[in-house]
């Protein structure tokens, strides 16, 4: 599955500011996923170097036996119930061709609104039978037609000239209250470049790493505010409240609003014994209701 470039800073891609139009995107400040369906109707995740396999469990990062690693399971689960196979399958003469990049919204430095904040935000789309990335406007039309929200775009068509990278504040986020990881400005030919907020490595210094023991770890992040809010969601859904179901909600959710603790690079976590005191707690806040 095709692996995506890596993105220079805006200083190190001065090309790109030469001529033509910029399309500004916001930069979406989490964990980077990509897939593509197969012939099957299966669909294939990867991160930005491996891709995960459903048949074997990849261990303690997995969170659960499907291959999924935990912190990306909230995203991986919207992807398979929002996309749309029979529309790509409609589309293009081979599916497995097509390969979708975008973002699993994780907190990492910023806090989103996580009650309204897509679980996915796709960024880019490659097309293997012509052997290059999709132009924006194609980009964002394709993730719509296909069920999935594109990330958010701040400004289109902006003259390459009359722009200024260095000069040209980084927006408001469209998923938080306060500015943006920063932004990502592309043209149609395939360029790039990032702009991150000038605080930005600031905010991701005062990450705490989780280095409690299980069981302390399992007191402190499933609350039985977490708990009500999973059941909520699930009565919304009209989907049974069982214990196995709202548990494994209740993991992604803290593994997507909690990754800058639990997946911190100092952390030291034992995942398989806080999905064990997980377990438990869950099941004492889902008796006590």
């Given at each position: ?17 030469e001529s ?8 979406i400040?989490g ?16 991160d ?8 074997r ?18 995203a ?33 430095a ?8 897509p ?8 097309d293997?039978?012509?052997?290059r ?38 927006p ?22 990032e ?32 708990v ?21 909600r ?16 100092r ?20 008796n006590?209701?």
């Amino acid at each position: 599955m095709k692996q995506y470039p890596a993105v220079p800073r805006a200083a190190d891609a001065p090309d790109l500011f030469e001529s033509g139009h910029l399309w500004l995107q916001e930069r979406i400040d989490g964990a980077h996923l990509r897939f593509r369906m197969r012939e099957s109707g299966v669909l294939q995740f990867g991160d930005r170097e491996r891709t995960f396999d459903r048949r074997r469990s990849s261990g303690a990062q997995s969170g659960g036996s499907d291959g999924i690693p935990l912190g990306y399971r909230h995203a991986v689960r919207h992807v398979r119930e929002s996309f749309d196979r029979e529309a790509l399958r409609n589309t293009v003469a081979d599916p497995s061709s097509v390969v979708f990049f975008g973002e699993a919204t994780v907190r990492d430095a910023i806090d989103y609104d996580w009650s309204r904040t897509p679980a996915f935000l796709g960024f880019d789309v490659w097309d293997a039978d012509r052997e290059r990335f999709l132009p924006p406007d194609s980009v964002e039309q394709i993730f719509e037609r296909l069920g999935l929200r594109p990330v958010n775009t701040v400004q289109k068509e902006v003259r390459a000239v009359d722009f200024d990278p260095e000069s040209d504040a980084v927006p408001d986020s469209a998923w938080h209250d306060g500015p943006a990881a920063g932004v990502v400005v592309r043209n149609k030919t395939g360029g790039r470049a990032e702009i991150s907020h000038p605080a930005y490595d600031e905010w991701r210094e005062e990450s705490d790493p989780a280095t409690a023991p299980a069981d302390e770890l399992a007191a402190q992040l499933v609350t039985r505010r977490r708990v009500e809010r999973v059941v909520a969601d699930l009565d919304a859904e009209a989907r049974s409240a069982a214990f196995e179901t709202v548990f494994e909600r209740l993991l992604e959710s803290v593994a997507r609003e909690e990754h800058h603790r639990l997946f911190h690079d100092r952390a030291s976590v034992d995942l398989r014994a806080f999905r064990s005191a997980a377990a438990e707690r869950t099941q004492e806040l889902l008796n006590d209701r």
